[in-house]
Nanobody, 122 residues
Framework: VQLQASGGGLVQAGGSLRLSCAAS????????MAWLRRAPGKEREFVTG????????KYSDSVKGRFTISRDNPKNTVYLQMNSLIPEDTAVYYC????????????????WGPGTQVTVSS
């Protein structure tokens, strides 16, 4: 599966952005998907993930209540709606995928797309 993220940009604190991740491949909709991010000088961190069916989601404590992950399987696209953005959300955001049996949110991912920069100004 190949992944392409888009939708990043510069936004003021308190604003919103929506990221999209288009997955290509005949079975793209069968992959569990996630968003991870890497801020300058920091380790990459898990932000949120969604199972293949969309029935299971998981969020990091730092974004819970502000970010929402969703997927549109017929379109092979995953979205990340980010609201109430704060400067600490500034990072490169990566879309990732993994295929496993079951319907859950994995901890590790095998496929990665190029990141998209999100910058939140104070």
């Amino acid at each position: 599966v190949q992944l392409q993220a888009s939708g990043g940009g510069l936004v003021q604190a308190g604003g919103s952005l929506r990221l999209s991740c288009a997955a290509s491949g005949r079975t793209a909709s069968t992959y569990h998907m996630a968003w991870l991010r890497r801020a300058p000088g920091k380790e990459r961190e898990f932000v949120t993930g969604i199972s293949r069916s969309g029935g299971n989601t998981k969020y990091s404590d730092s974004v819970k209540g502000r970010f929402t992950i969703s997927r549109d399987n017929p379109k092979n696209t995953v979205y990340l709606q980010m609201n109430s953005l704060i400067p600490e959300d500034t990072a490169v955001y990566y879309c990732a995928a993994r295929w496993t049996y079951g319907d859950y949110v994995p901890r590790e991912y095998d496929y990665w797309g190029p990141g998209t920069q999100v910058t939140v100004s104070s």
